[in-house]
DNA sequence: TCAACTATGTCACTTTCTGGCATATTTGAT
DNA sequence: ATCAAATATGCCAGAAAGTGACATAGTTGA
């Protein structure tokens, strides 16, 4: 075992079992109680709030405000994490405000610095709207599965859909559009896009899309453009309360 | 600088600099370039995806789909990012559905086992009704500060609360609540708690709490119950589409 | 007062790391 | 075809870091 796995290690025990003394650590990662000091020096080093007890009953544990092990997340975990939080976000969600943008920044963070300038404004494009009507209620259904998997792939990546619609006539057409950003009107969830069948800004509903396939063309996004020209006034946090 | 520092330090100019070839970073990190081949066969062994092309023009980067460093949330941080991601998934938001989860399992893993039990069953805590009366839309206000900030850890640490409440009529009591589960009705969030005063389960309206302390007591949370009492079945996912 | 803890120092020994050099291999450009 | 720019690996000797054993000091609860 290399030395940074037993750190690991290490910390994952100290944080598994709070109140672990330095010979149980020694026996269990095999080496001398001396190391294991060693070893913890080096975690503490590195920021790990280790906390020890001197004397009879006493251990070691790492700091409660801590407790925390690193989260390794893939980059479309950490995008749909990033979505979430700005949906909470826009709903005023009113739970831990301030920690929520600090997590924000911290996996933002995390994406390498190329792609932060295309992450960053995410949340700029979700809106929030007033709940959906009660016809609108009763028809929203459950979106394809693969058809909004693909729609969300080219809405992060800013890149042109080509998307079968069927609209509330049960008309079906074939467009190009640019999906620019997402509006929830609760339960239902739009798409604000330009339509270049039709060259200007269209609403979609997200459960009426069908067969999506992505271009490679990607595009600007301009959400507060295309919002704008789409609902006027009446969308996001200004429109609240009505 | 010891090595492990050097490890996070290449992984992140291979984040940041896709590209980039051994000999300059040889050069930054202040080694041979035998070093750095070395150290990027560590990367490799430890599942860090690096990928790199031979030959004139080549270089080396980390495989898209990775992209991602490890995110060092504080607890704090991670529970409201649990949060964000519950109301997402409860709201049906379309996005990344199989990534949320995967993102939610990943962060629940990150904490200590012992406190794994408390937040798993987070989400069935919070509940999504019909959006709110025009009434209460347009009566609707910022909780304050102070006070949802305790009620949100009381919320979470499962402690019960002293609070001052200002009912429909203007009315302030002090009153002992179990804070059980959150109710979103849109743009009003609700708290569905116990109220010991009544010796029953009661609904608060979020933005009407005032003088919040934390008691040391703590209470098993029973989301299904207390809702079950409050709402019978007119809320959460069962009770959609109308 | 004792036993159970954390914590640090020293020293000899072992392991790992490191740089330099050689060499193989792949690849695009000329 | 040849060359230059890359990744990639092997080997070696010297340097650095890690390791265990032992000693010792300090703290704490019973």
Redesign the pocket.
């Known amino acids: 075992m290399?030395?940074i796995d037993?750190l690991d290690l290490l910390a994952r025990i100290l944080r598994d079992r709070p109140g672990?003394?330095?010979?149980e650590?020694?026996r269990e990662l095999?080496?001398?109680?001396?190391?294991v000091?060693?070893?913890?020096?080096?975690l503490r080093e590195r920021g790990y709030p280790?906390?020890?007890?001197?004397?009879?009953?006493?251990?070691?544990r790492l700091h409660a405000s801590w407790g925390l092990g690193k989260v390794l997340l893939s980059s479309e975990e950490a995008l749909c994490t990033l979505l979430s939080l700005a949906v909470s976000e826009k709903l005023r969600f009113p739970m831990f405000a301030a920690e929520v943008s600090r997590a924000r920044k911290k996996i933002v963070d995390a994406f390498p610095r190329a792609e932060r300038r295309q992450i960053g404004p995410l949340r700029e494009r979700i809106l929030v709207g007033r709940p959906a009507s009660a016809v609108v209620r009763s028809s929203f259904a459950e979106p394809n599965a693969v058809a909004s998997r693909n729609m969300q792939v080219a809405f992060v990546r800013e890149q042109v859909v080509r998307a079968d619609y069927i609209n509330e006539k049960a008309v079906r057409s074939t467009r190009r559009v640019e999906p620019h950003a997402l509006l929830i009107m609760w339960p239902a969830w739009y798409l604000l896009a330009f339509d270049h069948l039709r060259g200007e800004p269209r609403t979609f509903r997200f459960d009426r899309f069908e067969r999506v396939e992505l271009e490679e063309v990607v595009f600007r996004p301009r959400p507060r453009e295309i919002a704008q020209a789409l609902l006027g006034d009446s969308c996001d946090a200004p429109a609240y309360p009505v």
């Open positions: 290399h030395r037993r672990i003394v330095a010979a650590l020694a095999g080496v001398s109680q001396r190391s000091f060693r070893d913890l020096a080096h280790v906390e020890a007890d001197r004397g009879r009953g006493g251990g070691m």
